[in-house]
């Protein structure tokens, strides 16, 4: 790998618009492939040297990452409602936690061994259709341009359409040192729901790194965003309430908003050009997580382009759907939507739905149902655990939301 500074083309075979976690993983699953020959260049505003983000997921089986995980659970601490108060055992699956900076450092480690990719510090201005199937790539270091395909993740959409459910994951953490221990580095806590909801979706989650250091984070599903003293109010409260501790260290912040929205993607919003990661809609509507679904999409994203050679051409042709925006989507898609209605008309409180998920499943099998694993079947077994009326009125709402988008 070169720095675009140091020795740069006008032409590549592919681009790749941001390098954050989709646009490096995307060139981490390019390198392993039939198509790591070709000439790649990755654009990031930022040197992706700092820990930005803190990933959390959960896996069943050996990780493509696993050198680079930071913590690894087997259970997670779930406070809910009805009492419900308990250490969950995740059978099959492990909760893992990287870091990001530990991520990037990894990724650009491989790919650093492959001459053909370069990578360019500049901001990403525009993208121009040439009139051959090259697209040129716009930065703030001049032009670039790829002959095969341009893969952006600098785009954000708004999510400002009313038609659809538009909700944001907004948080903000602290990784606390505190000088007497105060967690047990072998249980996280994923939901803690023993918080003010102001009829909201509000809890806190705890990733303990040691005895006495872990990321506190306070988080939020609304509409709606929080003067930041009252995020940090939230979190010394929680410490104080349910950690007690009262003497700490603030190591590192970290602050996030994520959409959660039913609004439809464009994966290709124009010939020679697809969106990933956020941009691409890879982020779950209902839970906001997206790191285990960036890796999937983007593993068949390049068993799809090695299919057809790496021809950029060839590929859209098979991706014809990427074209359009589907609201039309499918049962998961339906699922998500549901979910985000009740969340949003406050139909039922959402603690007490994630405490039916938690309490009425094996916990094992929730995460699966996150994964969007399950069947038919387990699905409408699970639902059948959480209040009924709510949902069904919200399935009608996106069941008429539907209709109407079809015959708009
Ligand atoms: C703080 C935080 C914590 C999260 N934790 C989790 C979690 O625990 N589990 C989970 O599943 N998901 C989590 N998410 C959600 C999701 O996994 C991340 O947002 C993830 O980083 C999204 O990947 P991405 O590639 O779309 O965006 P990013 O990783 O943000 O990458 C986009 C890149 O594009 C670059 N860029 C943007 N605009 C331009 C431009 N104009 N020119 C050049 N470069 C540009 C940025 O510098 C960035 O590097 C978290 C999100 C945040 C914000």
């Given at each position: 790998m070169?720095?675009?500074s140091?020795?740069?083309?006008?032409?590549?075979?592919?681009?790749?618009?941001?390098?954050?976690?989709?646009g490096?993983?995307?060139a981490?699953?390019l390198n392993?492939s039939?198509?790591r020959?070709a000439?790649?260049?990755?654009i990031?505003q930022?040197?992706?040297?700092?820990n930005?983000?803190?990933?959390?997921f959960?896996?069943?089986?050996?990780?493509?990452f696993?050198?680079?995980?930071?913590?690894k659970?087997?259970?997670v601490?779930?406070h809910?409602?009805?009492?419900f108060?308990?250490f969950l055992?995740?059978?099959?699956?492990?909760?893992k936690?990287?870091?990001s900076?530990n991520?990037?450092?990894?990724?650009?480690?491989?790919?650093?061994q492959n001459?053909?990719?370069t990578l360019?510090?500049?901001?990403?201005?525009?993208?121009?259709?040439?009139?051959?199937?090259s697209t040129?790539v716009?930065t703030?270091?001049?032009?670039?341009?790829?002959?095969?395909l341009?893969?952006?993740?600098?785009?954000?959409?708004p999510?400002?359409?009313?038609?659809?459910?538009?909700m944001?994951q907004?948080?903000?953490g602290?990784v606390?040192?505190?000088?007497?221990?105060?967690f047990d580095?072998?249980q996280?806590?994923?939901f803690?729901?023993?918080?003010?909801?102001r009829?909201?979706?509000r809890f806190?989650?705890?990733?303990?790194?040691s005895?006495?250091k872990?990321?506190v984070e306070?988080?939020?599903?609304?509409?709606?965003?929080?003067?930041?003293e009252e995020?940090e109010?939230?979190?010394?409260?929680?410490?104080?309430?349910?950690?007690k501790?009262?003497?700490y260290?603030?190591?590192?912040?970290?602050?996030?908003?994520?959409?959660m929205?039913?609004e439809?993607h464009?994966?290709?919003?124009?010939?020679?050009i697809?969106?990933?990661g956020?941009?691409g809609?890879?982020?779950?509507?209902s839970?906001?997580?997206?790191?285990t679904?960036?890796?999937r999409?983007?593993?068949?994203?390049?068993?799809?382009?090695?299919a057809?050679?790496?021809?950029?051409?060839a590929?859209?042709q098979s991706?014809q759907?990427?074209?359009k925006?589907i609201?039309?989507?499918?049962?998961?898609g339906?699922?998500d939507?549901?979910?985000?209605d009740?969340?949003l008309q406050?139909r039922h409180s959402s603690?007490?739905?994630f405490?039916?998920?938690?309490?009425?499943?094996?916990?094992?099998?929730?995460?699966k149902?996150?994964d969007?694993?399950?069947?038919?079947?387990?699905?409408?077994?699970?639902?059948?655990?959480?209040?009924?009326?709510?949902?069904?009125k919200?399935?009608f709402?996106?069941i008429?939301?539907k209709?109407?988008?079809?015959?708009?």
């Amino acid at each position: 790998m070169s720095t675009a500074s140091e020795t740069y083309s006008s032409k590549y075979d592919y681009i790749i618009a941001g390098g954050g976690l989709a646009g490096l993983s995307l060139a981490y699953y390019l390198n392993e492939s039939g198509l790591r020959n070709a000439k790649i260049l990755i654009i990031d505003q930022s040197v992706k040297k700092e820990n930005d983000k803190t990933w959390c997921f959960w896996e069943a089986e050996s990780g493509k990452f696993d050198q680079i995980i930071q913590q690894k659970w087997k259970g997670v601490w779930f406070h809910g409602t009805r009492e419900f108060n308990r250490f969950l055992p995740i059978d099959e699956y492990a909760y893992k936690l990287i870091r990001s900076e530990n991520f990037y450092q990894f990724v650009l480690q491989k790919l650093s061994q492959n001459p053909n990719i370069t990578l360019l510090q500049a901001g990403v201005l525009s993208f121009q259709k040439l009139s051959n199937q090259s697209t040129e790539v716009y930065t703030t270091k001049g032009y670039f341009e790829a002959s095969e395909l341009v893969f952006d993740s600098t785009f954000r959409s708004p999510y400002t359409d009313t038609r659809y459910n538009q909700m944001l994951q907004h948080f903000k953490g602290w990784v606390i040192e505190t000088t007497e221990p105060a967690f047990d580095e072998t249980q996280p806590t994923m939901f803690d729901f023993r918080i003010e909801q102001r009829e909201e979706c509000r809890f806190v989650y705890v990733l303990p790194y040691s005895k006495t250091k872990a990321l506190v984070e306070y988080t939020i599903f609304s509409d709606n965003l929080l003067p930041e003293e009252e995020y940090e109010k939230a979190l010394e409260s929680y410490l104080k309430t349910h950690v007690k501790v009262d003497k700490y260290r603030i190591e590192e912040v970290e602050n996030g908003v994520i959409p959660m929205s039913d609004e439809p993607h464009i994966r290709m919003p124009s010939s020679g050009i697809v969106r990933i990661g956020t941009s691409g809609g890879f982020v779950k509507a209902s839970t906001g997580y997206s790191f285990t679904r960036t890796q999937r999409f983007l593993q068949k994203l390049v068993s799809d382009l090695e299919a057809v050679g790496g021809n950029g051409k060839a590929f859209e042709q098979s991706h014809q759907t990427w074209k359009k925006a589907i609201y039309i989507s499918d049962w998961k898609g339906f699922l998500d939507s549901i979910l985000l209605d009740v969340m949003l008309q406050k139909r039922h409180s959402s603690k007490d739905i994630f405490t039916c998920l938690f309490s009425k499943n094996r916990p094992a099998q929730i995460l699966k149902f996150l994964d969007e694993d399950t069947s038919l079947f387990e699905d409408l077994a699970i639902m059948n655990t959480v209040p009924i009326i709510p949902f069904i009125k919200s399935a009608f709402v996106v069941i008429f939301k539907k209709i109407k988008y079809i015959f708009r």
